[in-house]
């Protein structure tokens, strides 16, 4: 018999309507799993199992009560770089262990305002900077599907916490990639909202012009749900979009794809594609065909200048960003006779070796002399990025690709080569510093049995046209129905 801890949101909410399942039951359920398993997946970092159970009970008073919330009492998880008013939130570091934010981040007030039971903070690359989970200072989390693989990152924690059952869904943030190259190693659906869409106050800085804070879960139902209660404009945010709101259930569901255009990347044969993904696209993108949809070769041209962009950028933005940690005001302070030995000790212990490996790249960037050579040379590559995507949007509705060249690596496999483990996200990249939304979806598994996911890439504020593509491919298929064996 299925355990209540793998349903998706919107079976759970239909049996809760019913009075088939109480809220209590189901969190006591995911929390029973969490005992159960996360001493081997390695998915939270903090565990909040009695306030959970606290929100279940008041839950189950508020459906009697007859009152309706959008995700009353189902027990979610939450990244641990996302402000939690009286919870630690670590980043996954060292520097910040111990700190208790005073707040809640816009996007976590919504989902207790929407009636969500929340379970913990999941573990992370430190400061989001990872596509492993290997690079939390704390331990590393293991992939549900293959214990000895990783579960991608840096949102791997709760990537790892929905595929496992231990939370019904998830949220992560996404700067490069890090829910949706997670989501396809995991068999999940992860979706990268337009920035803007959804509040960063309260995500923890990584890459200002490039975070959002994304969501994972089961099917594209859901992530339409939850999508529908986190985003919307919040003041507080100087880059939040007035037009942010969405509306999942105001979406068509389509069974066909009859009118729509399909862009097909033709263009990344020489990246290393595992023949196993590469054979999972074209098999999605078959499907979309019988589905009714147009196929159009597409091209992004300058995509391949993604890569070098990024790792200008980010690092630039995280070298600013990652300044206010200093070992006076919160976190990690070391054992110092002068100020100046304070900064170099509290930042040397605090932050581990991709951190400062990225703080040193972004540091150098922005050095007088360097500055227009490199960083401005990288914002002006990213324009010409965004206009690809203008053009190819002129052509076509929506774009279809690799979520990830490679199903889930070996724990450890790419720790030694930072430029192997980075090529992890390379198809991620170009949507990020586009601000598109993307959405990745299980469309197979390799040999080895471990998913793939297929990337679907729309236009600024165009959420509704990739639930509506990938909801159809969902229907067709049977690829998110599949459970890894926790036995």
Request: with cysteine; net charge negative; aromatic share 8%.
């Amino acid at each position: 018999m299925t355990s209540p801890a793998d349903l998706t949101i919107h079976e759970a909410a239909m049996l809760l309507d019913e009075g088939a399942l109480t809220s209590v039951a189901l969190t006591e359920a995911v929390l029973e799993r969490i005992l159960t398993m996360d001493s081997a997946v390695h998915a939270y970092l903090t565990l909040t199992p009695e306030t959970a159970l606290e929100q279940a009970a008041q839950a189950d008073v508020v459906r009697a009560s007859g009152e309706s919330l959008p995700l009353l009492g189902i027990p979610l998880a939450l990244k641990d770089n996302l402000s939690t008013r009286g919870i630690p939130t670590s980043c996954g570091s060292r520097i910040l262990e111990g700190y208790v934010p005073p707040f809640d981040a816009t996007v976590v007030r919504r989902l207790k305002s929407a009636g969500a039971v929340l379970l913990g903070k999941t573990n992370l690359d430190e400061f989001a900077m990872g596509s492993s989970t290997e690079n939390s200072a704390f331990f590393p989390t293991r992939n549900p599907w293959c214990l000895e693989r990783v579960p991608g990152g840096s949102s791997g924690g709760s990537a790892a916490a929905v595929a496992a059952g231990e939370a019904l869904a998830a949220l992560g943030s996404d700067t490069g990639g890090s829910v949706r190259q997670p989501a396809a190693f995991c068999g999940l659906v992860g979706l990268r909202p337009t920035y803007g869409r959804c509040s960063r106050y309260g995500l923890v800085a990584f890459a200002s012009s490039l975070d959002q804070v994304g969501l994972l879960a089961r099917d594209v139902s859901d992530a339409a749900l939850l999508l529908s209660v986190i985003a919307g404009y919040d003041a507080r945010d100087s880059t939040s979009l007035p037009q942010a709101s969405f509306d999942g259930a105001a979406i068509p569901r389509r069974n066909d794809l009859r009118g729509l255009r399909v862009g097909v990347l033709a263009d990344y044969e020489g990246v290393g594609v595992q023949p196993a993904v590469k054979q999972a696209v074209l098999a999605a993108v078959a499907t979309l065909a019988d589905l009714g949809a147009e196929l159009l070769d597409v091209q992004l041209p300058h995509s391949e200048f993604a890569f070098a962009v990024y790792y200008l950028i980010a690092p630039a933005e995280a070298s600013a960003n990652l300044a206010r940690f200093d070992g006076l005001r919160y976190g990690y302070c070391a054992e110092a006779g002068t100020l100046e030995e304070l900064y170099r000790r509290t930042r040397g212990e605090g932050f581990g070796t991709e951190v400062k490996r990225r703080l040193m790249l972004g540091t150098y960037a922005l050095r007088a002399g360097y500055y227009e050579a490199y960083y401005i040379k990288a914002q002006q590559a990213r324009t010409l990025i965004r206009q690809d995507f203008e053009a190819a949007f002129a052509q076509v509705d929506i774009i279809v690709g690799p979520t990830s060249p490679v199903t889930a690596f070996r724990l450890g496999e790419r720790v030694a080569d930072p430029l192997q483990m980075y090529l992890a996200d390379i198809f991620t990249l170009p949507q990020a510093l586009a601000g598109l939304p993307a959405l990745s979806l299980p469309c197979g598994f390799d040999e080895q049995g471990l998913p793939i996911g297929l990337q679907l890439t729309a236009p600024a504020l165009e959420e509704a046209c990739l639930s509506q593509v990938a909801y159809a491919y969902e229907q067709a298929t049977s690829w998110h129905t599949r459970r890894p064996n926790l036995i």
